[in-house]
């Protein structure tokens, strides 16, 4: 920390003020946002916090000008929240800043035109930051972490205040979003519902901002991945992917890790190229082994990579590609069947199937074999019938193997062209 006098000190939390009454004053956004900004470590309010820590009755500067005293109730605990999170205890930082920013809400309420949204995104997000940070220091001071749990409370208050009619609606989709992030932080997506079943009675939904727009069809997008809802999955993942910034790696990445094992379920394959920009090479033999019908290969990249797949939530989604990867075996003993004797090729003996396994180094018998085929019949990934007696599946003439639902899938993609059948 650098020196400073008192005169000085007096001096900074002056400006301060004057800069908070006259941006609320003229209705300034731009400059109220950057006036509650903690997180954001500008020079200004690292020195403001500086100079709350040396001249300590700022509290007597508020309550003596009228000016400023009408914006006591945010302003007094803001200040008290700059020095503690300058001092580095982030669980005091966040009490106060959560008494500033209800009382904000207050202010907020009371104004009948939404110019200050911009300034009530930086509080909800400082929220939920401040939130994580202060439950890291609870939990390493051996405590309970709680105050991410609080944070949630305080911004379902938020959205109260924005989801109904006017001009405020819009920025309920931004609250939305840090309430994603937090109920997925905290493993707690059913609570996702009820804000959904809000924004979900929205008439024009394009009516939100684009960016809050991609960050609410990824998070959804997700929570049908885990339903095993890949239609509505593909369709939301692929709206954000298709929206989003272009130039911003780190979040295409992000939806990618999601929308692939859902192009994977419904039969489509990305290339390899796609895999090689977005560092997604996990996913590289998941798609050889589709490809090859090579089960054993499936299972030696989910084993490879299952901390990974566990934590983003898609392991089992992969895992059910088992049945497409011994549909692509069949189909291959199929085309090398045909080449042979073209007239027999659609009776394929259960024997045949359990030797290509075993060349897989993947043992198993004609039972376990029949039931899988038989599943693989129920499923509409081969359709033919079984020959109980002499052990053979008959094929069926007219297309063995159906394709999946690529016919279906969302096509419009930022990565189009970078998806084939399979």
Not at 149 to 166: D, H, I, N, P, Y
Not at 219 to 247: I, M, W
Not at 296 to 319: I, K, N
Not at 345 to 357: N, Y
Request: hydrophobic share 40%.
């Amino acid at each position: 920390m650098a020196y400073m006098s008192m005169g000085e000190a007096h001096r900074r939390i002056t400006d301060y003020l004057n800069h908070f009454s006259d941006a609320v004053y003229d209705q300034d956004a731009a400059s109220l946002k950057l006036i509650l900004s903690l997180s954001s470590n500008s020079p200004s309010q690292l020195s403001l916090a500086d100079a709350l820590n040396i001249f300590q009755d700022a509290n007597r500067l508020i309550k003596q000008s009228d000016k400023h005293s009408q914006f006591g109730e945010i302003v007094v605990p803001l200040f008290r929240s700059l020095q503690n999170y300058r001092l580095g205890n982030l669980v005091d930082a966040y009490n106060a800043y959560e008494k500033a920013a209800n009382a904000f809400i207050q202010e907020f309420r009371n104004w009948d035109s939404a110019w200050a949204l911009e300034a009530l995104y930086v509080i909800a997000y400082e929220i939920r930051v401040l939130a994580e940070r202060a439950d890291r220091e609870l939990a390493s001071g051996g405590k309970s972490p709680e105050k991410l749990k609080g944070a949630g409370s305080f911004l379902m208050k938020v959205f109260g205040v924005l989801a109904g009619k006017g001009p405020k609606r819009v920025g309920a989709l931004y609250v939305t979003c840090q309430l994603f992030k937090i109920y997925f932080k905290l493993g707690t997506v059913h609570l996702c519902r009820s804000v959904i079943r809000s924004i979900e009675t929205v008439r024009d939904f394009e009516e939100f901002p684009k960016r809050d727009k991609v960050t609410y069809m990824y998070y959804t997008g997700r929570l049908d991945v885990f339903n095993e809802n890949f239609s509505a999955a593909d369709h939301k993942l692929s709206y954000a992917l298709t929206h989003c910034n272009p130039q911003s790696e780190a979040n295409i990445r992000m939806i990618l890790k999601y929308l692939i094992p859902v192009k994977l379920s419904i039969g489509i394959l990305p290339q390899d190229c796609l895999l090689q920009k977005y560092n997604l090479v996990e996913y590289r033999n998941v798609v050889l082994a589709l490809r090859r019908g090579d089960l054993r290969l499936l299972r030696t990249a989910l084993e490879e990579h299952e901390d990974r797949f566990l934590r983003s939530g898609v392991y089992l989604v992969l895992e059910k590609l088992e049945l497409q990867v011994y549909q692509r075996l069949l189909k291959k003993i199929y085309i090398i069947q045909k080449q042979r004797d073209p007239s027999r090729a659609h009776q394929m003996k259960l024997e045949v199937i359990v030797r290509a396994l075993k060349w897989l180094k993947i043992d198993m018998d004609l039972d376990e074999v029949e039931c899988i085929v038989a599943i693989l019949i129920y499923k509409n990934l081969v359709k033919g019938y079984f020959a109980h007696k002499s052990k053979v599946v008959v094929l069926s003439k007219q297309d063995p193997f159906p394709k999946l639902n690529a016919e279906n899938a969302d096509s419009h993609s930022l990565a189009k062209g970078h998806y084939e059948a399979h």
